[in-house]
């Protein structure tokens, strides 16, 4: 994270002009990361106060005023900490190489949800939100778009942007700015999506632009036709490209020519009957003799820790506690937050291997996971100083007490017995 926050490639992203932090001022822009990164959901000015006192200004006689605070945050890009956490995130996937797969493939769950932002008239105006029936905006909200790991707990993308702003329109997003990401572009991925994105259009994006492997919900109306014909409850099944579902799509008009050439699409739909006796239909591109029908039912199952995430987001890391009155301001909170989450997670699966290590990974052990209010609270209380020690082996060293006290932070979770094991592998690179 230090030598990140050195290198020029960062400090220029960080500025949202070129003559930004040039000047030898207060507050510069790695001190606004950090302050950015120490957000505790306290009042702005103890806040910075007690920021100060972290590392020691106040000692000098030093303090932040609001006033400069809210000056230097107008120069500082938010697309600092999506740079930042792409670095770290190259990091575990690429030179540490310790992260989980499911038959060889990530499994990407991509999301949307609508924070409750501050109710005030400059948020309002730009963001919009819910409405009462005469048409007033009761609540202040944004619309935001993850791409979520879901096997190795890590959010890969994060976008946020008006309430009114379409889902299907954001997840384009998430994906265009998933394949910029130079450690992905050699891994294998499946993107699992709710039976809110299903669309003709993405299906060829996702195969013939995007050439990804995807298992998406259908609702009870989608291709009812075709899946009334099939003889099984699991194959694959030609979603036919007719004038009526072109003509209905809202597609391009070049991708719709596309549509014309190809006149259908060969798709595999899998029926998973619940519990309850209910069907769920799901749509994949995945090939029968890798993935069996059960792999698919795990595949799709395994899109719930996604809606974890969105609980960590507004209840331990409080996204939606922002403190501005701007589109930049809201950005830079949420995509702060980002990163804060990928380091807590990450060491938390340093914690547990370092009790594997220690041979105390019992029974008892495999049930317990961390606790993440106290992870976080400890992550923001020490971050800073680690983060600022100059001596790499001292940094370490602290990096690593932090981690050993997260481990002791944990709670035991019920599982049940007949729960089937995910099935995923670790990868091979060291």
Not at 12 to 21: I, V, Y
Not at 119 to 138: A, H, P, T, Y
Request: hydrophobic share 35%; charged share 30%; with cysteine.
């Amino acid at each position: 994270m230090i030598s990140s926050l050195e290198s020029k490639i960062v400090k220029n992203s960080g500025r949202m002009h070129k003559k930004d932090f040039t000047r030898n001022c207060l507050l510069t822009m790695p001190l606004m990361v950090l302050i950015a990164l120490n957000k505790q959901g306290q009042g702005l000015t103890m806040e910075l106060y007690n920021f100060a006192k972290k590392i020691k200004m106040v000692e000098n006689g030093e303090t932040i005023s609001k006033q400069a605070y809210s000056a230097a945050r107008k120069k500082l890009n938010p697309q600092i900490f999506k740079l930042l956490n792409v670095n770290y995130l190259n990091r575990i996937y690429s030179v540490k190489g310790n992260y989980k797969t499911f038959n060889g493939y990530l499994l990407i769950a991509c999301d949307g949800s609508k924070p409750v932002l501050p109710n005030n008239k400059s948020l309002r105006r730009w963001f919009g939100g819910e409405k009462c029936d005469d048409g007033v905006i009761r609540s202040t909200n944004g619309n935001m778009s993850v791409s979520y790991d879901c096997l190795n707990h890590f959010i890969i993308d994060l976008v946020i942007d008006k309430y009114n702003t379409s889902e299907k329109i954001l997840l384009k997003e998430n994906l265009k700015n998933m394949s910029e990401i130079g450690f992905l572009k050699d891994k294998l991925k499946i993107f699992i999506l709710d039976r809110g994105y299903p669309s003709l259009e993405l299906f060829y994006q996702l195969i013939y632009q995007e050439k990804q492997s995807f298992v998406i919900r259908l609702k009870k109306s989608n291709y009812k036709k075709e899946r009334e014909a099939m003889k099984t409850n699991d194959g694959f099944v030609d979603i036919m490209l007719t004038n009526q579902r072109i003509a209905s799509s809202k597609a391009s008009k070049a991708i719709k020519e596309e549509f014309k050439k190809l006149g259908k699409m060969n798709l595999r739909i899998t029926t998973i009957t619940l519990k309850n006796g209910e069907k769920e239909y799901l749509i994949s591109n995945l090939p029968m003799n890798e993935f069996t029908h059960e792999d698919i039912r795990e595949i799709y199952r395994l899109r719930w820790e996604v809606e974890t995430l969105y609980d960590r987001l507004k209840n331990f890391l409080s996204v939606e506690n922002v403190r501005g009155q701007s589109k930049l301001t809201v950005e830079q909170d949420f995509y702060s937050q980002l990163i804060i989450h990928n380091i807590v997670m990450d060491m938390a699966h340093e914690s547990g291997l370092e009790r594997q290590k220690r041979g105390i990974f019992n029974d008892k052990e495999k049930n317990r996971k961390i606790n993440m209010n106290s992870a976080i609270g400890l992550f923001k209380s020490d971050i800073i100083e680690i983060i600022r020690e100059p001596d790499k082996k001292k940094r370490n060293k602290m990096f690593d007490q932090l981690i050993e006290r997260i481990s002791k932070r944990s709670h035991t979770t019920q599982h049940s017995k007949n729960k089937k094991k995910i099935k995923t592998r670790h990868s091979k690179k060291s």
